[in-house]
């Protein structure tokens, strides 16, 4: 009897864990925590809609922590003048000595386009940043934005094409951020004071409010609660357990050429090419073997 009520709880905690990954519902699986009512969850949880007006900005966040995993949203930016705004889809840690991974949408006038901004973070240190302009305009339809992190890499892509990988380090001396749990957040906010053309093009406040979409939010990953995570259980009964694609995905040749695509035609900037920032060849270590 003790047995099978070990294995019934077994079961019942796996039934919960694979919640993990599956699709999220906003209802559920997120809280606004910022923007007095600008932030509105629509169609029974599956669309959430940030907004933007002078006085504040929007945003969301996950409800669970997560160590690892892959998180895809997607996304309908604002369209024609954005200029001054920023929409997120990140992952962060809490304190002065945070991790995070970036996607930043930076708005741009009508007819110019977004830029994407990636960032990676590490015990409180960023500066890694990488930009692109996007093959189609994201303005007119949903994209999908995803960010795959495991021990030995972190990957974003764009509608399943990766853009970017920024490889663990450690053994070169750079920190990798694996072990502080990160939560999920999304926000709206404006930034004229450097989002575009570096600040030079301000918020046109006569197109207010803007409103940017996201829906179809993904998580596979590992839930941390009480300093335990999902992926730590040793119960055959546990699917989560069962090593997921992303666990050990890497990008193969197909995905290598449509990196080197996107970063000769697409990528506008890259802090391992920027001599002004780093004089001398003073570059970051990563930079000197940041080959895919």
Not at 110 to 133: A, C, L
Request: hydrophobic content about 35%; proline content about 4%.
């Amino acid at each position: 009897m003790a047995s099978q009520v070990s294995l019934l709880l077994q079961l019942l905690v796996a039934a919960c864990l694979v919640a993990a990954a599956m699709a999220a519902n906003f209802n559920q699986d997120v809280q606004m925590y910022f923007g007095n009512g600008r932030g509105k969850v629509m169609q029974g949880g599956n669309m959430a809609a940030l907004t933007l007006d002078r006085e504040s900005g929007s945003g969301f966040q996950s409800t669970n922590e997560y160590l690892f995993g892959r998180f895809d949203m997607q996304v309908k930016l604002i369209p024609d003048n954005s200029a001054g705004t920023v929409t997120t889809f990140y992952l962060s840690s809490l304190g002065d000595r945070h991790d995070e991974i970036d996607f930043e949408f930076l708005g741009n006038v009508s007819g110019q386009p977004y830029t994407i901004h990636t960032n990676v973070y590490s015990q409180g240190k960023g500066g890694r940043e990488q930009q692109f302009h996007l093959w189609f305009d994201p303005t007119t339809a949903f994209h999908t934005y995803s960010i795959l992190w495991n021990s030995q890499r972190i990957i974003f892509l764009v509608d399943n094409i990766p853009i970017r990988v920024y490889r663990n380090h450690e053994t070169m001396g750079v920190p990798f951020p694996k072990n502080q749990p990160m939560r999920v957040y999304c926000s709206l906010w404006n930034a004229d004071d450097w989002a575009t053309q570096g600040g030079l093009v301000k918020t046109d406040w006569t197109k207010a409010p803007f409103t940017v979409y996201y829906r179809n939010f993904n998580i596979d990953a590992c839930v941390v609660s009480g300093g335990r995570s999902s992926c730590d259980s040793k119960s055959s009964a546990d699917p989560v357990n069962n090593k997921q694609t992303w666990q050990t995905q890497d990008i193969d040749a197909s995905g290598r050429n449509r990196l080197r695509w996107v970063q000769s035609k697409h990528m506008v900037y890259n802090y391992c090419a920027d001599s002004k920032r780093f004089p001398g060849g003073t570059f970051p270590a990563e930079c000197k073997n940041s080959r895919f």
